[in-house]
């Protein structure tokens, strides 16, 4: 028969690990009781962790480091059998990530009742299998039960193939879409005994779709299921779903909180206690823990350090980036909304928009009322919007080919303002009739508004729509870039034709 008993020198470990279990539920609350825009410079990292632990960096280090040593068998004993805090091993965690998912559990919990924890992720599309898949484990005493989710259909394409290919094609589970998320009777009847866990995504990429967050939870709980939402777009700077009853929720990282796009990251954050019918205690009680020592330990969705620094700095400004985003998005709206080439425009931020009513009552610029702008809550609606262009796909390509300052990429939450056409770039795979259940024709155009003046975004659309009738001037490779590098075209010794000074350099006109 094994001893369980701990040796004294292990025993040691966990007796001064409680102490720092103490340490840190002090410095949580003390962050907990800090603004919105404090917590994002912050975090956990302070004066005493840096002087104690990190030679007295003001930022936060990059732990480029594959594992982590321990002092002697005694540690490393405790600290593998989860008894102490380590890190142990990157693919585990590391000391760089655990200050980008204290922030981020700080951020998405903000003013809600209760805890939340963070895991994060190498990537948005890491973050929702790490979300739902362990909700849809087998049940050993009925292996052959059938299982299913609902799901709103309006969501990110890389969504919509994950849960429909992936989960439905490959592993039999089957996904119950729903098409109108504001009919609340169209959740519920999807429900069976059989279902494990319902999601949705708001504001919806592209579409700006939306629904009555809190009554959806209710429906969740009421049948003990959890809610996982994708709330990628608002960020917590507008909406924390866990604050209207949501049990966890799903960030793209690399989106509008890595404003700079420099890299690839995600993050699972979710309530202490959620709700669900399948899973252990343990699970329940700290899901996002749980993900991050036992499923993602295993598969190996893990994040890099450096890359949970470079998100970490962009984060530290994220209110600030929302607010004056969701402004020049608000006028780029109007602008297109009185355009006769436009066909419609799906802003929440517009009231011409049939679901601003209902998204005016949770789209809030967080903090606003301690804001000496603005003093008063206040409403924001991000910087995702779609329109369709009159006179179908052809015309729709004519002016996203015009588009000069604007760029052409299947990206979105930049500092600069990126387009895309979603039914060939986004959501293509998901074929023609899943984008007609998605409501996503091919002259939509998707818009997410950078940091530029608004004006000047302006004035690209406007002469991009000019050119659905005219002439569209389409760059071609320059000589020199910006940077200094040489053209390929140089590389064969030819030399180029001197540009007039006249011109607009590296363009061509087509017909």
Known sequence: ????????????????????????????????????????????????????FNQGAIIEPIYMSSSQAYRDSDEMEAALSYQIPTW????????????????????????????????????????????TDPFLAVDPAAPHKPLNFVATCQVYGGTFQQFAVRKAVERGVECRWVVDSTNLADWESRIDANTRFLYGELPSNPGQAFFDLARVAEIAHAHGLPLI????????????????????????????????????????????????????????ADFAMYLKTLPNRDHGQNLSPMQA???????????????????????VARFLAGQEKIERVDYLGLPSHPLHEL????????????????????????????????GGAAAARRMFDALRRIWRATDLGRIKSVATIPAISTHQQQGEEG???????????????????PDDIIVDLEQALA?????????????????????????????????????????????
């Open 1 to 52: 028969m094994t001893d369980t008993t701990p040796s004294q020198g292990v025993a040691r470990y966990v007796e001064a690990a409680k102490q720092a279990a103490k340490r840190h539920a002090l410095a949580m609350a003390a962050m907990r009781s800090c603004r919105f825009d404090t917590i994002a410079v912050h975090g956990l990292y302070t004066a005493e962790e840096a002087l104690n």
């Open 88 to 131: 142990c091993y990157s693919r585990i965690a590391n000391p760089s990530i655990y200050y980008l998912e204290a922030v981020l559990a700080l951020l998405e919990g903000y003013g809600m009742d209760g805890e939340a924890s963070c895991c994060a992720t190498s990537s948005g599309m890491a973050a929702i299998a790490s979300a």
């Open 229 to 284: 939402v994708d709330s990628t777009v608002a960020t917590p700077a507008l909406l924390r779903p866990l604050c209207h009853g949501a049990d966890i929720v799903v960030q793209s990282v690399t989106k509008t909180l890595t404003s700079s796009g420099f890299g690839i990251a995600g993050a699972v954050v979710a309530r202490e206690g959620i709700t669900s019918r399948v899973g252990s205690d343990e699970m329940k």
């Open 309 to 331: 620094v470079l998100s970490l700095n962009d984060i530290r400004t994220l209110r600030s980036k929302v607010d004056l985003q969701s402004q020049s998005t608000m006028a």
């Open 359 to 390: 998204a005016t009552r949770y789209l809030f610029l967080v903090d606003a009322e301690h804001d000496a702008r603005y003093g008063a809550p206040t409403n924001r609606y991000g910087h995702l919007m779609s329109f369709r262009v009159r």
């Open 435 to 453: 984008r007609r259940m998605a409501d996503i024709p091919p002259n939509m155009v998707r818009l997410c508004v950078g940091a530029e003046h």
């Open 467 to 511: 050119a659905i009738d005219g002439a569209v001037r389409v760059a071609v490779p320059a000589s020199f870039s910006v940077g200094g590098a040489s053209s390929a075209r140089l590389a064969g010794g030819a030399t180029p034709e001197p540009e007039k000074p006249e011109e607009r350099p590296a363009e061509l006109v087509r017909g």
